[in-house]
């Protein structure tokens, strides 16, 4: 291959790269071509009306996991294993003051949301390691251990199938992996 040659190929792959970069390699990145996320596949952004709140709207995927949430509030507030853990939930709940509950739920679905990739909402919880420690959430009233956090997930799965989400269901699979990843810092004895 003379230099000239040489030359010319060097430039049109340089020519080609730049290309790239500027246009078509672009495009693969722009959101309208994104990969799905968890949070797709749990309903994602489309808008449906939210059947708690008369007349306005809500993104489906956060109504899904709205409702998984709030069964499995529930499920737990039913099992001895770990209901000891909610006292002060339990017994707002108990008379008629839903108010911790409704921060609690929303929490949750704005942390489980965020987690599984949704765009339109933010966390302004505690973090995971505050939020299980009793001396910075006066809330949990005791450290949670392996058993207590293997319980927890059990309701969360039967929190699920209460919401219509069977437990096969590949997306609650892949929720409950997030959960499992985040047991070191909940476990805290
Ligand atoms: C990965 C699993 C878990 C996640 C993602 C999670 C998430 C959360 C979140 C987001 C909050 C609210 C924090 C805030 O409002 O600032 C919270 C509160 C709490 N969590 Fe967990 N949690 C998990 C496991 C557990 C376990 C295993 C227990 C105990 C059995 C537990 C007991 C509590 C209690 C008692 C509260 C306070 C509830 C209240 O506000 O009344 N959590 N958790």
Known sequence: MSMKTRTLFSTLILVASFACLNSA?????SPAT???TLYDSLGGTVMVSDPANAGQMIEKGRLLI????DSTIFVIAGD????GHFTVLLSEVGSGNLTGFMALSKNLTDFVAVGTG???YSYGGKSMVAAHNPAQNPRMNQKADNSDFNAFE?????GANKAGVPSTTPALISVGK????LRSQVVQQ
């Open 25 to 29: 390699c672009k495009k693969s990145n």
């Open 154 to 158: 059990v309701d969360l799965f039967a």
């Open 118 to 120: 949704a765009k339109d």
């Open 66 to 69: 709205r409702n998984i949430i």
């Open 178 to 181: 997030i959960v499992e990843s």
């Open 80 to 83: 001895t294993a770990i209901n």
């Open 34 to 36: 994104a990969a799905p």
